[in-house]
């Protein structure tokens, strides 16, 4: 509970740094951190600047994909397949829809309830055990809201433990954004997906953005490829499984290949055909009343080793995992530059400095039984 509440205040002291205190403290600060791209707020460390301080994706044009409306022919399509389900499915429930009281969740789940009202969805949450009480209470008021049947599972700590302890210290080129939190991510999915298949649900909805389906799952489609969805996991992140766990622990993985082809559920990503702004979705839930945009904070968030994360990563590489898929979005018009720019600056500052969280990234360590040294951490004050 201590450390719950600790990890909350780091993160409103973070985002009141950043909105309000920043502006002025960078001036001061600038000549300790990076060059950032004067478009996209991407790291020297990350890419080349050149001598306008712009970055090689600023000026690759081919790659920038202007900003686009919603995808008329893939919303039909997933238009379609939801239509063709309401109501239709032989068990309680047509579609099992993961539920993290994010932003992105919120705003899939209310566009749902009004597109396909006939659609009988089950909202799924993982508590990962490193989800804070206060993240938990929200997920459960936003259920109400949204007059949602919910179910969470709440794996066996030591198994998440694991995971995670091991990918912090095995980071592919991702960082801990790339390596952690998207075997964590995994993990959710796999979950989901036997899930789905023990109660017969034929469809399975994920709130990923077009970015995270693209770039994470390297898919280009808002529908995941069937035999992608009847095979085997044994691998996450490039991590083999079999190197983490024993064979019962991957058991909890999915293992499409010992469920009947009809039993497999179809997974989907909404977000990808909607292809919506980030300030969009944050405007909606908050005109609906459901999530006041300071809840939206980069910090606050379910998982409690985020901010761990995020500090490694600047001691690794220089910059954070999570920055490049922002500046994609701020090249593509879908996020604010200088409101991100001020996260990233100061995330890089605070990791150096400990300022603020300095207490919560200790206590992360300790829970993950690793020392700042284990993972390249050091403070300079
Ligand atoms: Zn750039």
């Known amino acids: 509970m201590e450390n719950a509440s600790a990890v909350v205040r780091a993160a409103r002291l973070f985002e009141f740094h950043t909105r309000f205190l920043w502006p002025l403290h960078r001036l001061w600060a600038k000549g300790k951190l990076s060059r950032r791209c004067r478009r996209c707020a991407l790291s020297e460390r990350a890419t080349p600047l050149d001598k306008n301080q712009i970055c090689a994706e600023c000026l690759a044009p081919q790659k920038v994909t202007p900003l686009a409306p919603p995808n008329a022919t893939e919303t ?67 259920v109400d809201r949204l007059d949602l049947s919910h179910i969470t599972f709440r794996p066996a700590r030591a198994t998440l433990k694991k995971l995670y302890r091991y990918g912090i210290t095995h980071l592919n080129d991702g960082g801990g954004y790339g390596t952690v939190d998207f075997s964590d991510g995994e993990f959710i999915l796999d979950s989901a997906r036997a899930l789905a298949a023990e109660k017969g649900i034929p469809l399975i909805v994920c709130g990923y953005s077009r970015y995270q389906v693209q770039d994470g799952l390297g898919l280009h489609s808002f529908e995941s490829p069937p ?79 985020i901010p761990l994360l995020g500090v490694v990563d600047i001691h690794r590489m220089g910059y954070s995992g999570f920055e490049k898929e922002f500046c994609r979005m701020i090249r593509e018009g879908k996020a604010p530059l200088k409101r991100w720019r001020a996260v990233f600056e100061f995330l890089e500052y605070t990791a150096r400095t400990g300022m603020f969280v300095k207490p919560i990234i200790l206590k992360a360590l300790s829970d993950l039984d690793l020392t700042p040294d284990e993972v390249g951490v050091r403070f300079s004050s």
Do not use: C
């Open 76 to 142: 039909a399509a997933l238009s379609k397949i939801l239509a063709d389900h309401e109501g239709g499915g032989q068990g309680r429930y047509d579609a099992l829809i993961l539920f993290s009281g994010g932003k992105d969740s919120v705003y899939m789940v209310r566009r749902l309830q009004t597109d396909h009202p006939k659609l009988r969805l089950l909202a799924f949450t993982i508590d990962n055990t490193f989800m804070s009480p206060i993240a938990r209470a929200n997920v459960l008021r936003l």
């Open 227 to 305: 035999e992608r969805e009847r095979a085997d996991r044994t691998h996450v992140a490039g991590l083999a499984l079999s190197d983490i766990f024993t064979d019962s622990e991957r058991g909890l993985w999915w293992r499409g290949s010992r469920w009947p082809t009809e039993k497999v559920a179809r997974l989907l990503f909404p977000l990808y055909a909607w292809n919506l702004d980030e300030s969009a979705i944050v405007r909606q839930v908050a005109d609906w009343g459901l999530l006041h945009p300071r809840e939206n904070s980069p910090l606050v968030t379910n998982h409690q080793l």
